[in-house]
């Protein structure tokens, strides 16, 4: 099957998400879209997909233009897709979620389960997928929740399979066991569009690359460019990919945790006897597939997980059982994982977000009443220090970017003094230039001595950023290693894994 | 440095789950068995207590049970204090409390108290449980009209607002065609009006569910309240005088000693109630509707992106679950009193509600939870008829006590469709 896309325009109100875009997919061929967060990749997809209708251009199938008005019409016509956040019912088991909106029914409309668990056994024995029908959603890894995206999308004979950000949630090993079943749907005379910004991957399974910036194709590149090409071409300036560190000078250690265990108010058990310290001047990042303690581990240490066990001590004072406001006071620095729900008030201004963890007494607020004007000269002179983009500083932080606001935060929590750095997923959704730049500010923090957690999905930042990498699996410490440990090792060490001789 | 040799972390003990146990089983048997033993301490009773069994038309007749108040509730409170005590040992090593000492539990100190407050007299127990089922019967059918909005992602608070609708509605056409049958369908067609509206701003524009259905209680109260002093009142003989709906001994069935006359010598409407919680259970987990129904309640984005029309599925679903608790409307004014009255059903909606939650979320559970709800309110009734010692107030207020000790005490954390209360928009 061939797939064009002609010309397609989306606006979402004066922004123009996507600028007369043109594209042709043809069966047996894998077509990566390159581009960053925001360039307008996914829109398009959700275009193709019947999730949106485009403003401008057409839809081509095999020839014949389509009218997609829902996803049920894209899916009847031969397109599925593997969204990046699963469309996935949890409470659901495998083969409900497979026949959900296609379901095969006997008398009265009563399911036909039987059917159901027979097509997902033979499209995973086809593949050799490994999946249970009758397991529930939100009990399988997440590996295999992606595997039932794809059979759901197969169950429905889709010839043109749209894999969206598909290698967010996965280990290194999930992520090559991807890519092979990729080349194996391809074999299949599956047109396949991947959608990605990491380099790496697109390298290893592209047949052909579209790069997309700000909403227009800017190109083609050759599967064989290098990654500094195919950067560039992607942010439209070079970009220096590596992140430029000194070796390290460092000092006591100041963060000391010992036997650290958290569990949330269901019981369930989210780190689990973690010990670690960090000296003055290092760098300890966190590597591990999401959701395997880091969030809590990271919460716990601002005090902001309710059952925590264990001790943490910073500078020889105990912070455990302290109180949010007695821990930042004690120097604490946070970058949460989240910035539009834990970093920022979207509604405030730049400046009174600048403001957030110093809303008690000097240097802006003096016998209740705010001091705008010391206010106002600090949040200005930060904008221009950290780089933030906006018009000024009585700016929505809802109306920055992803960079900037990130910029933002960064700029609000080491504009303090520091005794300790927590910086959870620091670049996550934020565009390569603002990752050099926030990049360089957590390695000066480093350099002028603080001691730094940082904790990235992305194992890339991880080597760039460690001085030493502890992997989290299932809340507990697989190890903790050398920044120059092999990717291969710490894949491994991420599904649980303790190579002998690779764990200090 | 070698990766061939290495060690799976399964093989340690691994992070997971620490069950931590509920202790509110074990405290409110302690709480309630305390209770108990003290009002006989206090109160204590010399007389005999008769429990009868039977009706005249059963196949055999089973004799009434006399026993001496006082030693037999004195039993009971041990069995309590016994189960109490299973209970917190079982707290003690971590693990819950079954269901099935619930079960035995709540019967023991139920008999133990009737006992206690039935001394030197006799209780029908036939009439304490057919009354039951009848007040339950607009319970069970607002709570399945519930759970069935609610499974779909919409919270109906306007439970209330369609009973009181419906028993409006069938009164005045039952009353105006003399037809039962057309006043029941009358019913059903107020609920699901009701429904329409509640749908019309909680789906289509959005307005924050919960203030919408309590608008709409108030809207129904005002409207039938008004209609009833300006219209109904005056022409009372020709629009508020309904027929009714006759008991249908089934043969055979309701001969069944204890058992037939509760369940099978009822109305019409009690036996379309059975029909109904069957076939809502079958359809909601059995059919492909059932499927969706779930599906948009849970991830109404999943649903969208499989095809599944998130919004027209809602409505349908609250619209046949507006018709479910109209018929429960009906009962009031086709069954139980024979015309229509102001604010007739006193909150009956409320505790609906509360029984979609103690039921979580399941036709089946919701059913029970409903019926355990009735029978709180016919035992006050009862027990005041027969002159028990306890004081009229304090048993006008167990339904509620009941309903807040269900809800808040033992259900222990249910969950809510994902997306209960969530409006569905799309982008």
Known sequence: MQLVLRGITKRFGTLV??????????????????????????????????????????????????????????????????????????????????????????????????????????ISERFGFDVNPDAVVEDIPVGVQQRVEIIKALSRDAEVLIFDEPTAVLTPQETDELMEIMRQLKGAGKAIVFITHKLREVREVADKITVIRLGKVVGEADPKSSNAELASMMVGRPVELTVHKGPGNFGDEALVVEGLTVH??????????????????????????????QTELTEALLGLQAHVRGSIRLDGSELVGRSVRRILEAGVGFIPEDRTTDGLVGGFTIAENMMLNRSHGEPFVSHGSLRLDELHEFASDKLKEYDVRAPGIATLASQLSGGNQQKLVVARELSRDLRLLVAAQPTRGVDVGSIEFIHKQIVAGRDAGVPVLVVSSELDEVVALADRIMVLYRGRVVGVVPSDTPREVLGLMMTGERPEGAVA | MSTDVSMPIEQTPIAGVTTIVDRKPAVIFGLATAGLALILLFAGVSDDTTF??????????????????????????????????????????ERRTPMVLVVVFAISWMIGFLTWAAAGASIPMVGLLAGSLALAVPLVF??????????AGVVNIAIDGQLLAGAFAAAVVGSMTGVTWFGLVA??????????????FAISYFVDQVIVGVVLNVLIIGLTSFMFSQVLAPNAESLNNPPRFDKIDIPVLGGIPLIGPILFRQTAVVYILYVVVALVTWALYRTRWGLRVRAVGEHPQAADTVGIKVNRTRYRTIILAG???????????????????????????????????FGKWDPIRATLAALLFGFASNLQGVLSVIGSPVPSQFMLMLPYVVTIFAVAGLVGRSRAPAADGVPYIKG
């Open chain 2, 323 to 357: 018709a479910i608790a109209g018929m429960g409307g009906a009962f009031y004014t086709l069954v139980s009193v024979p015309q229509f009255n102001r604010e007739m059903t006193g909150g009956a909606g409320y505790i609906a509600l509360a029984a979609v939650i």
């Open chain 2, 142 to 151: 607002g709570a399945l009209g519930g759970v069935l909005g609610e499974r």
């Open chain 1, 264 to 293: 949330d108010d269901l019981g369930r058990v989210h780190v689990d006897d973690v010990s670690f310290t960090i000296r003055r001047g290092e760098i300890l990042a966190v590597a591990g597939v999401q959701g395997n303690g």
């Open chain 1, 17 to 122: 998400a996507n600028d007369r875009i043109s594209l042709t997919v043809e069966s047996g061929e894998i077509h990566c879209l390159l581009g960053e967060n925001g360039a307008g990749k996914s829109t398009l997809m959700n275009v193709l997909y019947g999730l949106y209708q485009a403003d401008e251009g057409e839809i081509e199938l095999d020839g014949v233009v389509q009218h997609f008005t829902g996803p049920g019409d894209a899916m009847a016509a031969g397109i599925g897709m593997v969204h990046q956040h699963f469309m996935l019912i949890p409470v659901f088991t495998v083969a409900e979620n497979v026949m959900l909106g296609n379901e095969s029914t006997g008398f009265a409309g009563s399911l036909d389960t039987q059917a159901a668990r027979e097509r997902v056994r033979e």
């Open chain 2, 187 to 200: 019913a059903m067609a107020a609920g699901m009006l009701v429904a329409l509206l509640l749908g019309l």
């Open chain 2, 52 to 93: 009868r069994l039977a009706t005249p038309d059963d196949w055999a007749e089973l004799p009434a049970v006399t026993v001496p108040a006082a030693p037999t509730a004195w039993l009971l409170v041990l069995i309590c204090a016994l189960c109490t005590a299973v209970s917190v040992s079982l707290l003690l090593k």
